[in-house]
C-alpha cells in the first residue's frame, strides 16, 4: 500500500517534470500528465506484484521502464492536443525508470515485497 502511494506522488511528478525537461514531450492540459502518471502508477503496482523479489530488482525496472514508454507514447495519442514523439516518451520513460530503481530497493529492502517464489 505504502509502495502505491509513493507511485501516485513520484510518477505524476516525473512525467510533469519530463514535460518541462524534454522539448517532445507537451501536454496541452494540466490534469493530461497526471492522468497518465495515476495510470502508470497502478500498472507499476501490478508489475511489482507480480515481478519485483531480490534477485529480479533490475528486471522489474526495465519493465517498468518499457511500459511506460509504450503507455505515455500511446496515452498521448488518446490525449487531445497533447504531443510526444517516440524519443520523448523513452525519454521519459528513462527518467521514470530511474525513480523506480530507488523504489524497488525501499521496497526489497524495507521487506514490503513477498519473498517466495511465484508458481
Known amino acids: 500500500m505504502t509502495g502505491l502511494v509513493v507511485k501516485l506522488i513520484v510518477t505524476p511528478i516525473g512525467i510533469i517534470l519530463a514535460s518541462w525537461i524534454f522539448p517532445n514531450v507537451n501536454f496541452a492540459y494540466w490534469f493530461q500528465p497526471?492522468?497518465?502518471?495515476?495510470s502508470l502508477a497502478f500498472i507499476g503496482v501490478a508489475l511489482e506484484m507480480a515481478l519485483l523479489r531480490e534477485n529480479t530488482i533490475w528486471?522489474?525496472?526495465?519493465?517498468?521502464?518499457?511500459?511506460?514508454?509504450?503507455?505515455?507514447?500511446l496515452g498521448a495519442l488518446y490525449?487531445?492536443?497533447?504531443?510526444?514523439?517516440?524519443?520523448?516518451?523513452?525519454l521519459t520513460g528513462a527518467l521514470l525508470a530511474v525513480t523506480e530503481?530507488?523504489?524497488?530497493?525501499?521496497?526489497?529492502n524495507s521487506k514490503r515485497?513477498?519473498?517466495e517464489p511465484v508458481g
Not at 34 to 38: A, H, Q, R
Not at 101 to 108: K, T
Open 79 to 90: 490525449l487531445f492536443d497533447t504531443y510526444v514523439t517516440f524519443w520523448g516518451a523513452v
Open 101 to 108: 530503481i530507488f523504489q524497488h530497493y525501499w521496497l526489497v
Open 113 to 115: 515485497v513477498q519473498k
Open 34 to 38: 497526471i492522468v497518465l502518471g495515476v
Open 59 to 73: 528486471l522489474s525496472t526495465l519493465l517498468d521502464f518499457i511500459a511506460s514508454a509504450v503507455i505515455i507514447y
